[in-house]
């Protein structure tokens, strides 16, 4: 089962590198729900829905930091601020590669943790895009 889990990763990481657009996850994603009704690889496509939730995070996020840069080249933000921001940034994405390799550790936690950490993650977004704006 672990292969098969790493394969998963695997094949995630290359999308990740070729950066395909969001539609190509979304059909993995569909694809997933389809193979839900065997319970043998239950675990595996839970898997695969967290990576790519990950991804679809990243994605969200790589739009989010190009909207950021442009509004601060619109706003001439003040260097001080800036730095703050891309702080900000940097520790979302640690926050993001450390909840990875927890997730990877353990692969049989709950959905509903898993949910938690995203609407969390989501939470830290909005924060950031409020912060921005104010």
């Known amino acids: 089962m672990m292969m098969t889990t790493m394969m998963m990763m695997m094949i995630n ?15 993995i994603m569909m694809m997933m729900r389809r ?18 939730m990950m991804m679809m995070m990243r994605m969200r996020r790589r739009r989010k930091r190009s909207i950021i840069m442009s509004m601060m080249m619109r706003r001439r933000i003040s260097r001080r601020r800036r730095t703050i921001l891309m702080t900000m940034m940097r520790i979302m994405i640690m926050i993001i ?20 950490m995203m609407k969390t993650l989501i939470m830290m977004v909005m924060l950031m895009m409020v912060m921005i704006i104010t």
């Open 13 to 27: 990481m290359m999308m990740m590198i070729m950066r395909r657009r969001r539609r190509s996850i979304i059909m």
């Open 97 to 116: 590669i450390f909840i990875m390799k927890f997730m990877i550790s353990s692969i049989f936690l709950l959905r509903k943790i898993i949910i938690m």
């Open 35 to 52: 193979r839900r009704r065997r319970r043998r690889i239950l675990m595996t496509t839970t898997m695969m829905m967290m990576i790519n």
